[in-house]
């Protein structure tokens, strides 16, 4: 089973240019589970907007499926590396280094100090439930703010002049982070 922490895997990825069925995407350690319909069909699996890349307009292919990735986690702070690995974003850079939405549908940052994310409608975990603001909420209060989980505190990124940011749920697929200064990190 996959874990609910790899976010994007299949969900994140579009049906390509020139790919005539849902099917032609999926990859052979899932065929099992979708023939005994224990997987939803891609495209019910996808969010409602997904993110969708012209690979050959980039003058790039489609990676293939397998393989295998040796690491080794050492320490807690090693842990930021599975963002790397699993390469799950909500906010990421183009070629050109211009910072776009991911996960998110879109972002809005505001003098650099008020952060709007909205949710791809639909975009879900791998184990099927739904990204919801909830998540976000859970993130914030049940781990970042919990000082059993998070003994060092908030990460300096984000502290702007040493003060968190305040958190609110703006409707069921928007959150804000916002600071009293500006904060680049």
Not at 50 to 72: F, V
Not at 74 to 101: A, F
Not at 134 to 144: G, L, P, Q, T
Not at 152 to 167: I, N, S, T, V
Request: aromatic share 10%.
């Amino acid at each position: 089973m996959i874990s609910r922490r790899t976010v994007l895997g299949l969900m994140a990825s579009a049906f390509l240019p020139g790919t005539s069925r849902a099917g032609d995407l999926e990859p052979e350690f899932l065929r099992q589970q979708l023939t005994v319909k224990a997987l939803p069909a891609l495209a019910e699996r996808l969010p409602k907007s997904p993110r969708a890349l012209n690979l050959a307009a980039m003058g790039r292919l489609p990676g293939q499926y397998g393989g295998t990735l040796r690491t080794i986690i050492g320490s807690q702070k090693d842990i930021r590396m599975m963002t790397i690995y699993g390469y799950s974003r909500l906010v990421g850079y183009d070629e050109k280094l211009n910072m776009q939405p991911d996960i998110l549908e879109r972002f809005d940052v505001a003098d650099d100090r008020v952060f709007t994310f909205k949710i791809r409608e639909g975009h879900k975990w791998s184990d099927g439930s739904l990204l919801t603001t909830e998540d976000f909420r859970y993130c914030w209060e049940d781990v970042w703010l919990n000082d059993e989980l998070s003994q060092g505190g908030l990460a300096p990124a984000l502290l702007a002049d040493g003060k968190p940011p305040r958190f609110e749920i703006v409707d069921p697929l928007t959150v804000r982070y916002s600071w009293d200064a500006p904060n680049p990190d």
